[in-house]
């Protein structure tokens, strides 16, 4: 009896995350007329007819790319709320690149950055001999295929960009909640559903070159700007509609209550000579989810809907051309293995309903399309993983004032860091064994 309703629970599930909404057998203009009332699509009589042209053209690519399949993993696509879209429309970034600023190239002659890995690009440090599970997940559903870490969910409800081009922002806030839960967790073992985080402080206060509020920008550029997280409830995302709003409107609520700070960050680009799937693979393990860029125009990317997504072969995915440049932040958050295909996990931030679950996106490692790109020596890459803190959830910290998350003071024995962190005051244990040829010192600083 068990074993039936498992067969069952599993053939439902299974049903549940190959299937698609429409019938994409139906005639197209009656699939236009299911699209608009799903979407509650409202066009003017000329407008009706252009969006008519896209939906057209967009779903022939979706069955096309549904008649390639021939693995029962392989991704499904669907008609979606983009389907009336053409790619230029899509919640996503420009594409510009970030160069090395002035004050970098002050710091290396130009010998130096020839010769050493140039810092920005530099892969963060990890452990040898790290053991990697065949699944490994921090958010959604996914979870339950962990081996080697808790099946809890640490993203909780995904953050909406909605018409605004402000990736760089968004994918921060998606971000926050995991470094939240990660904080909790390592508190209290356990996990709430983690809070929303305000992505409108970056667009409001993040000013550079290459960072626009809705018209693309850099991530870097933000937690360099604003250095905190804020809840989204106290300082509210308005640039939902913006498609194009370039000008930012400075900071709205300066004494915002801070919910955790952003102690560091560390971008970093993978070189095609390198092995980047593994890689990649270590500083998930190592560090946890951290956001990538990645190449959505022109790859069949938003018409996704679940399975595992192939990124096209042909040149709009060549790293190597000169022309090719990611357009899209998101975060990078576990990967896996399903009927013999490898996959890495993405959380995006697009509309509610898009992608497998809510905003989730496995893609097949043979082809990552820009994830993990080194893009060039004097170009900041889109890669980075951040670090962030709170003294609510430190346990030694005596009084944490929870306006600017600093603490003031530690428990006995425990004393603050640079980082504002109460720790362990340096001891120095020195353990002897009772055959004294082997004496082992243990120097024990945090
Ligand atoms: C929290 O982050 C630390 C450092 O990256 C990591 O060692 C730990 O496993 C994380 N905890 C959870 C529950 O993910
Ligand atoms: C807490 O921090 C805020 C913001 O920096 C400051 O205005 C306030 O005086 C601090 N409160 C205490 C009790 O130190
Ligand atoms: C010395 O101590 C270690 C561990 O404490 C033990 O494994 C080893 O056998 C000992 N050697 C001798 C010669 O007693």
């Known amino acids: 009896m068990i074993a039936i309703i498992v067969a069952f629970l599993l053939f439902v599930s299974n049903q549940k995350m190959q299937s698609i909404a429409f019938n994409l057998e139906l005639p197209v203009d009656k699939l236009f007329t299911q699209f608009k009332t799903k979407y509650s699509r409202h066009y003017s009589p000329t407008e009706e007819q252009l969006r008519f042209q896209i939906f057209k053209n967009n779903l022939k690519n979706i069955k096309a790319l549904n008649e390639k399949r021939t693995n029962p993993s392989d991704a499904l696509h669907d008609i979606n709320m983009y389907t009336d879209l053409i790619d230029d429309e899509l919640p996503m970034n420009k594409g510009i690149p970030v160069p090395v600023s002035s004050y970098d190239k002050e710091h290396f002659n130009s010998k130096e950055l020839r010769k050493v890995e140039k810092p920005w690009n530099e892969i963060p440090p990890l452990p040898?001999?790290?053991?990697?599970?065949?699944?490994?997940?921090?958010?959604?559903?996914?979870?339950?295929?962990?081996?080697?870490?808790?099946?809890?969910?640490?993203?909780?409800?995904?953050?909406?960009?909605?018409?605004?081009?402000?990736?760089?922002?968004?994918?921060?806030?998606?971000?926050?909640?995991?470094?939240?839960?990660?904080?909790?967790?390592q508190r209290y073992g356990c996990v709430k559903t983690p809070p929303k985080f305000s992505a409108q402080r970056f667009l409001d206060v993040t000013t550079t070159k290459a960072t626009k509020r809705c018209c693309g920008g850099h991530p870097r550029d933000a937690v360099n700007a604003v250095k905190s997280f804020s809840l989204d409830a106290d300082y509210p995302f308005v640039d939902g509609s913006n498609r194009n709003l370039c000008t930012i409107r400075g900071d709205q609520n300066p004494s915002v209550q801070i919910q955790m700070a952003i102690t560091g960050y560390k971008t970093f680009g993978i070189s095609k000579d390198q092995n980047m799937v593994l890689i990649l693979k270590k500083l998930l393990h190592h560090y946890g989810p951290f956001l990538v860029s990645v190449k959505v125009s022109g790859t069949g990317f938003s018409s996704y809907s679940s399975g595992i997504f192939s990124f096209p072969s042909t040149s709009v995915c060549d790293t190597s051309s000169s022309s090719f440049m990611t357009d899209h932040e998101v975060v990078l958050m576990g990967w896996g293995v399903e009927n013999g295909i490898e996959y890495f996990i993405i959380r995006n931030s697009w509309s509610s309903g898009w992608g497998e679950g809510d905003n989730y996106i496995r893609i097949k490692t043979t082809n990552l399309c820009g994830i993990g790109w080194r893009i060039g020596d004097y170009v900041y890459p889109l890669n980075m993983i951040v670090y962030?803190?709170?003294?609510?959830?430190?346990?030694?910290?005596?009084?944490?004032?929870?306006?600017?998350?600093?603490?003031?003071?530690?428990?006995?024995g425990y004393s603050l860091n640079s980082n504002n962190k109460c720790v362990e005051n340096t001891v120095k244990l020195t353990k002897f064994h009772s055959n004294s040829t082997n004496v082992q010192f243990y120097n024990h600083t945090i």
């Open 388 to 412: 962030a803190n709170t003294c609510k959830f430190d346990k030694y910290c005596n009084s944490c004032n929870i306006s600017s998350n600093i603490c003031s003071s530690c428990t006995s």
């Open 128 to 185: 040898s001999g790290d053991s990697l599970p065949q699944n490994h997940a921090f958010c959604g559903e996914y979870v339950s295929k962990n081996t080697d870490r808790p099946k809890v969910d640490l993203c909780g409800e995904v953050f909406s960009q909605q018409n605004c081009g402000g990736c760089w922002a968004i994918s921060l806030a998606n971000l926050a909640q995991y470094l939240y839960s990660n904080l909790t967790y």
